[in-house]
């Protein structure tokens, strides 16, 4: 049985293998987002209750537990926001999401009467425990699981890894020159289209 010390110690082996893989030399491709550090307005196309869910869910999957940062402090749910709006992107891929929030929400009120944000943290590892049984839970969880990973690793410069908090925790340089705001995705693909 892993002690405490070497759980942490993997869960940061985990990301980091992530990062050497490749995943974020494609992410500025990938998705576009704004230049925001804190979400305070619309959630569309989720509902409120969407967005709970969402929340809830990424802080269960990827907690602020002391050991690096959390969804919450990566902006991973604004991040899937800006994914969802992103219109050079699959929107069949884009609505999956949407409907297995939905699909996942229902699915704890099966198990335990109650919507995932309501259920307390427990209650929620076992819904995710639960769901990952599944075929739609395991690829929901995944997708989640990607876009968390993702709002880890891109350049700060849009949007998400605030201060370059991820690769503070990662101990990563993202080298030089970083992007400036005329080489940003989707800025990028505009400009390639008008010449």
């Not at 405490?4 to 893989?21: A, D, I, M, P």
């Not at 990827?62 to 219109?87: H, K, M, Q, R």
């Not at 849009?158 to 400036?180: A, F, M, Q, T």
Request: aromatic share 12%; with cysteine; charged share 20%.
């Amino acid at each position: 049985m892993q002690t405490e010390e070497q759980w942490l110690l993997s869960r940061k082996k985990f990301v980091t293998s992530l990062l050497l893989g490749g995943a974020a030399l494609q992410l500025p491709w990938l998705t576009s987002c704004q230049d925001r550090r804190y979400f305070h307005g619309d959630t569309t196309p989720l509902s409120n209750h969407q967005f709970k869910v969402l929340q809830a869910l990424q802080g269960t999957l990827f907690p602020s537990d002391g050991n690096g940062p959390g969804a919450y402090e990566i902006n991973a749910d604004t991040y899937l926001l800006w994914v969802l709006n992103d219109d050079l992107l699959d929107p069949d891929e884009n609505q999956y999401i949407i409907d297995h929030l939905d699909k996942f929400d229902a699915f704890a009120k099966e198990r335990l009467m109650y919507s995932f944000y309501d259920l307390n943290p427990r209650e929620q590892q076992v819904v995710i425990e639960d769901a990952s049984e599944t075929t739609w839970g395991k690829r929901f969880l995944s997708r989640i699981l990607t876009l968390i990973f993702e709002a880890l690793l891109v350049d700060p410069q849009y949007g998400s890894n605030p201060d370059g908090v991820g690769w503070s925790w990662l101990e990563h340089d993202p080298g030089s020159p970083r992007p400036e705001e005329s080489h940003l995705y989707p800025t990028i693909l505009t400009l390639s289209h008008e010449v």
